[in-house]
């Protein structure tokens, strides 16, 4: 059952930081119990099932496969991350609040004020799109890798009886999902190596900024990512988001002024790749 906490922005930034002072937000104790671990198995195999429906010969009949499949899984992480013990252990965990796949989560969408999002990740949508022009071979191709991995992660739960290594496998089982998915999406990046040695123009100030603020959600991303006009519209959302930040407490993050902001903008934009 979904929870709709309705706490008003401010008060959900004083309750956070009160309840990590006083350690009251953590994963909790009490363990999955095993009829809840049997669900999240029962769903891993339906998933593989849907997967394999992908080697149908009907054109129509794998594009219809491929899109349940990914709605299966958005579903899955949404039962996996309800489970006991898998709250958010600090305003720094993305993974956990992503607005666009919170839809009303432990704490709600108003989660999303705990951390700075961008570059079109959700903002409070109800799910993450079919990553475009996604055919069913390549869908299944990457998904199968996916899937092996989530058959043992599952195993190793299932057998594990120790409650707090339980939620530590479980937790793995949810991030590592997080990560495949947003890379099938083109996210990938968000755990690459880019830094602000490794940007154009490293001693500039721009991208000092960059890797300094971005820097604090994801790796600092790469400008050719966007065209000019496409990161205008990106660093828009950051600067309407941080402005909501701005008046909550215990955010946990660094916030630009606007001539900074300004400046990461110029700079993304001088070495952003070519319009089409």
């Given at each position: ?18 309840a990590?002072?006083l350690?009251?937000?953590?994963p ?30 009907d054109p ?9 499949h990914?709605s ?18 600090n ?5 956990m609040i ?6 009303g ?5 108003r ?12 903002m ?8 475009s022009?996604?055919?069913p ?7 199968e890798g ?6 043992s992660?599952?195993?190793r ?61 994801h ?6 990512l ?51």
């Amino acid at each position: 059952m979904r929870a709709n906490h309705l706490f008003s922005r401010t008060a959900l930034g004083l309750w956070c930081a009160g309840a990590l002072a006083l350690g009251m937000w953590s994963p909790g104790a009490v363990p999955q119990s095993n009829d809840q671990v049997q669900e999240l198995q029962a769903q891993v195999d339906a998933l593989n099932q849907e997967l394999a429906r992908l080697k149908a010969r009907d054109p129509a009949a794998q594009r219809q496969a491929m899109e349940n499949h990914w709605s299966m899984m958005q579903d899955h992480m949404q039962s996996t991350r309800q489970m006991s013990g898998m709250g958010v252990r600090n305003c720094g965990d993305r993974m956990m609040i992503d607005p666009g796949m919170v839809d009303g989560g432990m704490m709600g969408a108003r989660m999303m004020n705990c951390t700075m999002m961008g570059h079109g990740i959700g903002m409070g949508a109800p799910g993450w799109a079919l990553p475009s022009g996604m055919a069913p071979d390549a869908y299944r191709q990457q998904m199968e890798g996916h899937m092996q991995r989530m058959r043992s992660q599952m195993s190793r739960i299932s057998a594990e009886t120790n409650p707090g290594k339980r939620q530590a496998l479980m937790r793995e089982h949810y991030e590592t999902m997080y990560r495949d998915m947003q890379t099938m999406r083109g996210l990938g990046w968000m755990w690459g190596t880019v830094g602000a040695a490794s940007l154009p123009d490293p001693d500039s100030a721009g991208a000092k900024l960059v890797s300094q603020y971005c820097g604090q959600c994801h790796v600092p991303p790469s400008p050719s990512l966007h065209t000019r006009s496409e990161w205008s519209q990106v660093t828009q959302r950051m600067r309407a988001h941080i402005g909501e930040q701005a008046g909550t407490a215990g955010a946990g993050v660094l916030v630009p002024r606007t001539a900074e902001l300004d400046a990461v903008t110029d700079y993304l934009g001088e070495h952003a790749k070519a319009e089409h």
